[in-house]
């Protein structure tokens, strides 16, 4: 089911109307394939507009970050071509990095430097003037919930401070493009929320945001379609509701093993509500819940493999 | 224009983080050379002639230049890269040499002041010289130009932070201590002598020297220099790229 799901997806679910300059993003038959002969990417291909937002979901190891490496050309693709608001990024990658804001995975800070000096400096590498730049600095320190550490050196911040700013960086400039890499791994539940209201605002003020995450619920929260990588290849991408529609059995229910003595939890699928409500009575539960499927399930699905690499028997 | 104002700001954000780490910077541009001088003028004799004293500030002046321009600059991009503060730029627009060029700008500053200060210093221990500035700023900075290359390329090569720094470090003060800097060429093995007087950090000592003494004629030390300043810098600009194969 999962590889013709898989080709369903990669022959049709990409848009194939509109100019190259119409999309922001657009992808075809990206491969990476490293020296020791590991395929990283085998084939991606995938659109996005101005004012979308795409979560990249998958385990470690899936590809991801080797696939928002070569978008923001850090990494040479083997095969196919990248092109950002028209820009071939494979050919002129710096040309294609000034449309772009980006929060790589793994960067490091100034611990030097205080938050607005941080800021204002990396505004300027960006070709802001001296008072855009400032200007700019307080308007993403504000959004970012940093206003009261301004004037602190970033190496006295705490670790999920220091992941905003990182987050800041790349919203300087305005750019039409932002490339976040994991962005919120390690941030506390009020910082998350914080940083979502950034991201959805930079959506709605047009900016067109590819986001990969380790969140299921980041992913569901914050996107208006959703890929998922797994070894190397887009398995699937599309609106939440549409991948969750592509299960045939979209109704989880999750019970504990009534005749196990630890009572192991247990999850089974069905297509209808009615339908678990039914095993329920069958086998005479009585600690169990029902719920819709959700992006994990799909994530199970197609790739035949738990998200994160969680174990859950059924 | 636009990558002038670049420049300037990686010159500017390096300045900004060195408030923390002024010791070090005293420690390596000034403290260590003038004890080299003191302890190089007290080992040699009790009555040192005003030559070899002006070799000794020669001496600390390049030792100066070569612990701050491979060892710091060095120990410095080697931070950046393994921290992942690189990334800030390289994801910045940024391009490479403007990266190299804002570090080549810090490495001139420093250099500008560890030399005033040495040739202070020189004075305040009673040396009497009367150097002639402008070859002496020309060596300075070509002396700069190529020790900082080695360091670019080491920070560019190591494979890993600690590789880095111990090669920046050994090479720093390695060639200095190799070259005849502190004393005369005669005093070397026949072998290594050849060897040693080929290396930049002993142009550069002779050339100070000279101009210590207040002569313009090192036009051979200028072109010598110019040219491993040209390679080494070569080496390190094209070694220092944003995207990986």
């Not at chain 1, 590991?38 to 659109?47: K, V």
């Not at chain 1, 001296?130 to 705490?158: D, F, P």
């Not at chain 1, 506390?188 to 940083?195: E, F, G």
């Not at chain 2, 490479?96 to 001139?108: D, E, K, R, T, V």
Request: charged share 20%; proline share 4%.
């Amino acid at each position: 089911m999962t590889e013709d799901f898989l080709l369903v997806r990669e022959t049709s679910e990409i848009p194939r109307s509109g100019s190259v300059a119409d999309a922001a993003v657009r992808v075809r038959g990206l491969v990476k394939r490293y020296k020791d002969g590991t395929e990283a990417n085998r084939g991606i291909d995938l659109e996005l507009h101005p004012g979308e937002l795409i979560s990249i979901l998958g385990p470690n190891g899936a590809g991801k970050t080797t696939f928002l490496r070569q978008l923001t050309t850090e990494l040479r693709p083997t095969g196919g071509s990248i092109q950002v608001f028209g820009v071939d990024a494979v050919a002129g990658p710096q040309q294609a990095r000034q449309l772009m804001g980006i929060t790589p995975q793994d960067a490091g800070v100034f611990g030097s430097l205080t938050v607005s000096e941080h800021f204002e400096m990396f505004a300027r590498l960006k070709g802001l003037g001296r008072i855009a730049a400032r200007q700019q600095a307080v308007e993403v320190i504000e959004s970012l919930g940093l206003a009261a550490e301004t004037q602190k050196r970033v190496s006295l911040l705490s670790g999920g401070q220091r992941s905003r700013i990182l987050i800041g960086l790349a919203l300087l400039g305005r750019p039409p493009l932002l490339v976040l890499d994991e962005p919120t791994t390690g941030l506390d539940p009020a910082s998350r929320m914080a940083v979502w209201g950034v991201i959805r605002r930079a959506v709605t003020d047009g900016a067109a945001v590819i986001l990969s995450t380790h969140y299921i619920e980041e992913a569901e929260r914050l996107s208006d379609r959703v890929g998922i990588i797994s070894r190397g290849r887009l398995i699937a991408c599309g609106p939440l509701d549409e991948l969750l529609g592509r299960l045939e059995r979209s109704y989880r229910l999750s019970y504990r093993d009534p005749f196990d003595p630890f009572g192991k939890l247990c999850e089974c699928y069905f297509a209808s509500f009615v339908e678990a409500q039914r095993a329920v009575a069958r086998a005479q539960l009585s600690e169990y819940s029902i719920t819709r499927a959700t992006l994990e399930d799909v994530y199970f699905k197609l790739a035949g493999e738990h998200f994160a690499g969680e174990q859950v028997t059924e | 224009m636009r990558r002038l104002s670049d420049i300037v700001c990686v010159f500017r954000i390096q300045l900004m983080s060195m408030r923390s780490e002024i010791g070090p910077f005293l420690l390596a541009a000034l403290v260590f050379p003038s004890a080299m001088y003191l302890f190089a003028k007290a080992v040699s004799s009790t009555s040192a002639t005003e030559q070899t004293q002006l070799r000794f500030l020669a001496g600390s002046i390049v030792f100066s230049l070569s612990l701050t321009s491979i060892s710091w600059l060095g120990y410095l991009l080697l931070e950046n890269r393994f921290t992942g503060r690189l990334k800030l730029f390289a994801t910045s627009a940024l391009a490479p040499s403007s990266y190299i060029c804002g570090f080549l700008l810090f490495a001139f500053a420093q250099a500008s002041i560890a030399t005033t200060t040495l040739l202070l210093m020189g004075r305040l221990f009673g040396l009497q010289m009367r150097p002639s500035l402008l070859p002496l700023a020309l060596v300075v900075t070509l002396s700069v130009l190529c020790l900082c290359g080695l360091g670019v390329v080491i920070a560019a090569r190591a494979r890993s932070f600690t590789e880095g720094s111990l090669l920046t470090d050994a090479l720093g003060a390695g060639l200095v201590f190799l070259a005849p800097v502190y004393y005369p060429p005669e005093m070397l093995p026949h072998g290594v002598r050849a060897v040693s007087q080929l290396l930049p950090t002993a142009f550069a000592a002779r050339a100070v020297e000279t101009t210590l003494a207040g002569s313009y004629h090192v036009g051979a030390e200028l072109i010598v220099l110019s040219f491993m300043a040209v390679v080494s810098l070569a080496f390190g600009f094209s070694l220092t790229r944003w995207r990986e194969n």
